[in-house]
């Protein structure tokens, strides 16, 4: 009889370690979006976000692995307290000499001994300052000579390339009859209507996984992916003429002095 006990004692031990082993301090990587598409000289944004697990905190170091020299992330590091997801803006930035092409990259999170890493596929763009591919000199490449395209004759007032789509706004400001017009294409050279109806739009900007559109009487629309749009509360009726994204925020303008931060 003692030694049944003594047996059951010990499967007792055994099973309470194993329990104790399983939630080992440990997190899990995400990215969002999972693809970038950055112009030489530009930077783009990802939302990264690490769960901790079994009680994980500590400092979490953050490096690219597989990128091309010209290619760099910040920040390169970030701090998890308590048992909340921590979600952090990362920026790549893309230098001018970068040769243009896709790159399959993984963004590399450790702490101590635990290594996650998550895909990252990035899209060098040429930059739009000029100087294509086989000549730098005046009259020659990206910038320096234009094509007259239609914009099925809307007026347009501001326009953005993210993620493989131009993205364009405007529209008329009849008081009666007001019109919004959002025009995407995947080239520049060919357009379709996405949007019509209600305020006027001034300007659009991308980041961290969204276009966000301003304009009219407090208007401002998000989408993820230039097609489908949400109307977003702004607390203001003033005009906005225009928004722009940096350092995790969009900033928006507009009438009367008006700033409008998102975050």
Same mark, same amino acid.
């Given at each position: 009889?003692?030694? &049944?006990?003594?047996?059951?004692?010990?499967? !007792? =031990? $055994?099973?309470?370690?194993?329990?104790?082993?399983?939630?080992?301090?440990? &997190?899990?990587?995400? @990215?969002?979006?999972?693809? $970038? !598409? +950055?112009?030489?000289?530009?930077?783009?944004?990802?939302?990264?976000?690490? *769960?901790?697990?079994?009680?994980?905190?500590?400092?979490?170091?953050?490096?690219?692995?597989?990128?091309?020299?010209? +290619?760099? =992330?910040?920040?390169?590091?970030?701090? +998890?307290?308590?048992?909340?997801?921590?979600?952090?803006?990362?920026?790549? /930035?893309?230098?001018?000499?970068?040769?243009?092409? *896709? #790159?399959? $990259?993984?963004?590399?999170?450790?702490?101590?001994? @635990?290594?996650?890493?998550?895909?990252?596929? @990035?899209? +060098?763009?040429?930059?739009?300052?000029?100087?294509?591919?086989?000549?730098?000199?005046?009259?020659?490449?990206?910038?320096? *000579?234009?094509?007259? /395209?239609?914009?099925?004759? #809307?007026? =347009?007032?501001?326009?953005? #390339?993210?993620?493989?789509?131009?993205?364009?706004?405007?529209?008329?400001?009849?008081?009666?009859?007001?019109?919004?017009?959002?025009?995407?294409?995947?080239?520049?050279? %060919?357009?379709?209507?996405?949007?019509?109806?209600?305020?006027?739009?001034?300007?659009?900007?991308?980041?961290?996984?969204? &276009?966000?559109?301003?304009?009219?009487?407090?208007?401002?629309?998000?989408?993820?992916?230039?097609?489908?749009?949400?109307? /977003?509360?702004?607390?203001?009726?003033?005009?906005?003429?225009?928004?722009?994204?940096?350092?995790?925020?969009?900033?928006?303008?507009?009438?009367?002095?008006?700033?409008?931060? %998102?975050?």
């Amino acid at each position: 009889m003692e030694d &049944f006990y003594d047996s059951l004692l010990l499967v !007792t =031990l $055994l099973l309470t370690l194993a329990a104790h082993g399983s939630s080992s301090p440990n &997190f899990t990587l995400s @990215l969002n979006p999972t693809s $970038l !598409t +950055v112009q030489q000289g530009s930077s783009g944004t990802t939302q990264l976000t690490i *769960t901790p697990q079994g009680g994980f905190t500590g400092t979490v170091s953050l490096s690219l692995v597989g990128a091309p020299s010209g +290619v760099t =992330l910040s920040p390169t590091s970030l701090n +998890v307290r308590g048992t909340r997801p921590v979600t952090q803006s990362l920026t790549v /930035r893309v230098a001018g000499g970068v040769a243009t092409g *896709t #790159y399959n $990259l993984q963004v590399r999170a450790t702490s101590g001994r @635990l290594t996650k890493t998550a895909n990252l596929r @990035l899209t +060098v763009s040429a930059s739009g300052g000029g100087g294509g591919a086989g000549g730098g000199g005046s009259g020659s490449g990206a910038g320096t *000579t234009w094509t007259s /395209r239609t914009s099925q004759g #809307y007026p =347009l007032s501001g326009v953005v #390339y993210a993620n493989g789509l131009f993205v364009a706004v405007g529209g008329y400001s009849d008081p009666w009859s007001p019109a919004r017009v959002i025009l995407t294409s995947p080239d520049g050279a %060919s357009w379709t209507q996405r949007t019509s109806g209600g305020n006027v739009l001034f300007g659009v900007a991308y980041g961290n996984g969204l &276009f966000v559109a301003v304009g009219a009487k407090g208007t401002i629309l998000t989408s993820p992916d230039g097609v489908n749009w949400t109307a /977003r509360t702004a607390g203001t009726s003033n005009d906005l003429s225009e928004v722009v994204y940096g350092n995790g925020t969009f900033v928006a303008v507009g009438g009367g002095g008006t700033i409008l931060t %998102s975050p």
